[in-house]
């Protein structure tokens, strides 16, 4: 099956600095998703982006996919930005592009932010 | 009120006893699917569904069992409740292929 590898696996930040998350994945992908787990163990969404590149505040995301890689940025981090963000891919079952509608997902980057 | 709701979000049980674990969802999604965190992992999936009839093993599915009521609900069982089955338990929604899966906030269970 496919393979989601993330890194790095652990990251901790001063309050203020940037950070950049990578994500690889080893086939074609047709659903690429970005989550941050926070303590309590709810899953945010952050960004849908199988292609391309999204801002959202402090975070962006942009995803090669003919390189099979994904990066989350986050700029500006504040404490409340600690927790695991995950990156999950749904691989194309077919040429046409029709997803089997399962995602996989990495281990997870577990961000800590000191103030 | 959130659009996918998780019932009960909090569950300690013993061993052998079987136990239900709920999911509705108010966003009109056809896809419906449970999945599987333990500490310090990913997520893993149990089983998927993408109709009212239609019911798909994921790839840690041994030892639970679903169903799908109805386009909005969609229960995971543990018939026989074993303590590795100890974990957070998330139930999430899509509408069709290619598009946003959404989780629910997720159910804590613990088999004692």
């Known amino acids: 099956g496919i393979q989601v590898e993330q890194s790095p696996p652990d990251l901790i930040l001063q309050e203020g600095a940037n950070s950049t998350l990578r994500c690889n994945f080893s086939?074609?992908?047709?659903?690429l998703q970005w989550f941050h787990q926070n303590p309590w163990g709810q899953l945010i969404n952050l960004f849908y982006i199988p292609s391309g590149t999204k801002q959202n505040g402090r975070l962006s995301a942009t995803t090669v996919a003919t390189e099979r890689y994904s990066l989350l940025y986050i700029s500006s981090s504040q404490t409340t930005d600690s927790g695991v963000y995950f990156c999950?891919?749904?691989?194309?079952?077919?040429?046409?592009?029709?997803?089997?509608?399962?995602?996989?997902f990495g281990q997870g980057t577990i961000l800590t932010v000191h103030p | 009120d959130a659009d996918v709701t998780q019932t009960p979000r909090n569950r300690i049980t013993k061993t052998g006893k079987r136990i239900m674990l709920e999911c509705s969802q108010t966003k009109g999604h056809d896809r419906m699917y449970w999945y599987r965190q333990d500490p310090g992992l990913g997520l893993r999936l149990i089983y998927y569904?993408?109709?009212?009839?239609?019911?798909n093993k994921g790839e840690i599915s041994d030892g639970y069992s679903v169903s799908r009521q109805a386009q909005a609900k969609f229960s995971l069982s543990l018939e026989s409740a074993i303590p590795n089955q100890t974990a957070l338990y998330f139930c999430?929604?899509?509408?069709?292929?290619?598009?946003?899966?959404?989780f629910g906030e997720g159910s804590w269970l613990t088999v004692v």
């Open positions: 086939d074609s992908v047709n659903n």
């Open positions: 569904s993408f109709d009212v009839k239609d019911i």
């Open positions: 999430a929604t899509q509408r069709g292929s290619g598009n946003t899966i959404y």
């Open positions: 999950a891919v749904d691989i194309q079952a077919n040429a046409g592009g029709t997803s089997y509608g399962k995602l996989t």
